[in-house]
């Protein structure tokens, strides 16, 4: 137990050193670990020794990534997306196993060769999300793309763990009691074990859907925040245990209940609970990675290894490139899609590893092949930063000099996103003499709109030195138009911690993100789509031959009645029956109301003028 918390003990002081100074290096935090493992791992100062320990311990902040990746994945969503995860992911995985498997093929048996395309065609899911997440890039196109082949891939290590084994060709590696899970599952029949496998599944999708919500209900009335901090970590185990007792991967049940609890009121609650533990155990898994990397072996085969490394980084870099142009990604979305995709992944140690123990691959051939992924996953940030530089690059050179460079005046308003809505509202304050300072992430909306005589700056609105840079400390208002809720959220919160002074305007897609916002105190929500709405029926009740006064008077009272429900909503959201029954009561109230014709209504109407904030 000494010798364990000693060599955490270092694993946390290398990140604390390291990480701080890739950041500095504008390297991101995932060289840094990298880095710090190769210093303090056995084949450099030799500071830790049982690295494989290590390894084992810290996968588990891979199966908690896993789990938040489900919460962001509502099953409306999942269902959505199902032609991007089946599209992109699909054919990234089919089409890299194949190659992989055909040249491997000419030197191996095609049972091994099969595994072996079959493993590298998976990703690192931790290094991408976390690298795409830190550079804002996670809602680009190309962010979206990769976010769908990394979905597909996780969900297609299943098939893998019950396929890799009946290509056995060598005798297998007895495994001991600890290694076989919580009870041995292949001493039953096959059909009772498929039978369990199926159960398992089954139940982490009931106890999320039936038990988790109103398990967390009970706790968050406590108050008490480490318990409700316990039992989401509880579920995250819970579910991997199930998962390993069967012989599944355990991301898979974190996964599945991630996705259960997407739909739930504590979905915001449970990612900021969990997220500092993934985290930390992110990092010291990247670390463990680092340590792994054996030089010795390295340098007796450096010739095949560094082969191996250039050859899967360059057939999954041609791959997704085809795939990005058969489903028309854009030129430079295209680029950034395959750099992200083209190293090997950490489920690659987890499948080469059971290779080894059910006689697929010798070891001769299973270590070069884990150097190899591993070299190509520390090359991965720096293929990030690269890429950065070289898009950075040609950006600047279509882009004129002072686009980098946000002119210094008099602005007052700064608005953040510059899409469809945001045009609109930059056009409208520019023609009545409003100039504000308008950043937008799109570089090709970018220039298109520079083109038009539009004064755009490009950049994430949601960084701090940008906000800054762009006159926030002394401006007077932000507005903000995101259509992604998350992004505007973390740009609200960030904005009204660092510039007090600000007020804040923002559009909400719907009534859901509405109360998402409300959430964080924002309170001037303008529903992108409410006021067209409005515009919409009382053009329709004109053209059905309602008086146009009529038709602009009941416009006017149900803005007004809709602006009183929203807070009385807002606050019974998490009740699902108080919430339908006062949906219900305010709804034949409006009825009741728009019915008037007396001079009760006309009066209520002429009220509705005064509303402060009408478009909630």
């Not at 000693?6 to 050193?17: G, H, S, T, W, Y």
């Not at 859907?209 to 108050?223: E, H």
């Not at 509880?234 to 609890?261: E, N, T």
Request: charged share 15%; glycine share 8%; aromatic share 8%.
């Amino acid at each position: 137990m000494d010798a364990f918390l000693l060599q955490f003990f270092i694993f946390l002081v290398a990140a604390a050193v390291a990480v701080p100074f890739a950041k500095k290096l504008g390297l991101g935090s995932v060289l840094g670990y990298l880095m710090a493992g190769i210093v303090i791992g056995p084949f450099g100062a030799s500071l830790i020794h049982d690295v494989e320990a290590i390894m084992h311990f810290t996968e588990f902040g891979v199966v908690m990534m896993l789990f938040l990746v489900g919460l962001e994945l509502k099953p409306s969503l999942l269902w959505q997306l199902k032609t991007s995860i089946i599209g992109f992911g699909g054919s990234q995985v089919i089409v890299t196993s194949l190659i992989i498997t055909a040249i491997a093929a000419a030197y191996l048996p095609w049972q091994q060769a099969l595994a072996i395309g079959l493993i590298l065609s998976l990703s690192s899911t931790a290094i991408v999300l976390q690298t795409l997440q830190e550079k804002g890039q996670m809602k680009t196109e190309a962010g979206q793309s990769v976010f769908a082949v990394l979905l597909f891939q996780d969900l297609a290590v299943i098939p893998m763990l019950a396929i890799i084994p009946l290509l056995a060709t060598l005798p297998s590696v007895s495994l001991d009691h600890h290694d076989s899970g919580v009870f041995d599952l292949h001493a039953l029949p096959e059909y009772l074990q498929f039978m369990c496998t199926v159960g398992a599944v089954v139940l982490v999708l009931a106890i999320g859907k039936y038990a988790g919500q109103p398990m967390f209900r009970i706790i968050a009335r406590t108050g008490v925040r480490e318990i409700f901090v316990a039992a989401a970590l509880a579920l995250v185990i819970g579910s991997s245990l199930l998962m390993l007792a069967v012989g599944l991967s355990p991301a898979l049940g974190a996964f599945l209940a991630g996705v259960v609890l997407a739909d739930s009121e504590f979905r915001h609650e449970l990612e900021s609970d969990i997220e500092p533990f993934k985290g930390l155990l992110l990092g010291i898994f990247f670390i463990s990675i680092g340590a792994s990397l054996n030089f010795p072996l390295i340098g007796e085969n450096v010739t095949l290894i560094i082969g191996m490394t250039v050859g899967l980084i360059a057939i999954k870099g041609l791959v997704l490139i085809l795939i990005g142009k058969v489903f028309s990604i854009s030129s430079k979305e295209r680029s950034l899609f395959a750099v992200a995709l083209a190293q090997g992944g950490e489920f690659a140690f987890v499948l080469f590893q059971l290779t080894k123990n059910t006689g697929v691959l010798p070891v001769s051939i299973i270590e070069p092949l884990i150097s190899a992924v591993a070299i190509s996953m520390f090359l991965a940030p720096l293929m990030f930063v690269l890429h950065d530089k070289l898009t950075r690059s040609t950006f600047e050179e279509e882009a004129s000099q002072d686009e980098d460079v946000i002119q210094k005046g008099d602005h007052k308003v700064i608005v953040a996103g510059f899409g469809q809505l945001g045009v609109d509202i930059g056009r409208f304050l520019l023609s009545a003499g409003i100039k504000p300072v308008i950043l937008d992430y799109d570089s090709n909306n970018v220039a298109v709109l520079r083109k038009l005589g539009i004064e755009v700056y490009y950049g994430d609105a949601t960084r701090l030195d940008l906000l800054e840079s762009a006159g926030a400390a002394d401006a007077e208002l932000l507005v903000v138009t995101f259509s992604n809720t998350e992004s505007a959220k973390h740009l609200i919160e960030l904005a009204a911690k660092h510039y007090p002074q600000l007020k804040i305007v923002v559009n909400a897609k719907d009534r859901e993100a509405a109360f998402e916002l409300m959430d964080i105190g924002a309170d001037n929500i303008y529903r992108e789509t409410f006021d067209s709405a409005l515009s919409i029926g009382q053009s329709a009740m004109m053209q059905l031959g309602v008086d146009p006064y009529e038709a602009h008077r009941l416009k006017q009272i149900f803005r007004k009645k809709d602006m009183q429900m929203m807070p009385e909503l807002y606050k019974q959201r998490c009740e699902e029956e108080s919430y339908i029954s006062l949906y219900k009561q305010h709804h034949a109230q409006l009825e009741a109301l728009m019915k008037l014709g007396s001079n009760e209504g006309l009066a209520a109407a002429s009220k509705a003028w005064a509303v402060k904030n009408p478009d909630h």
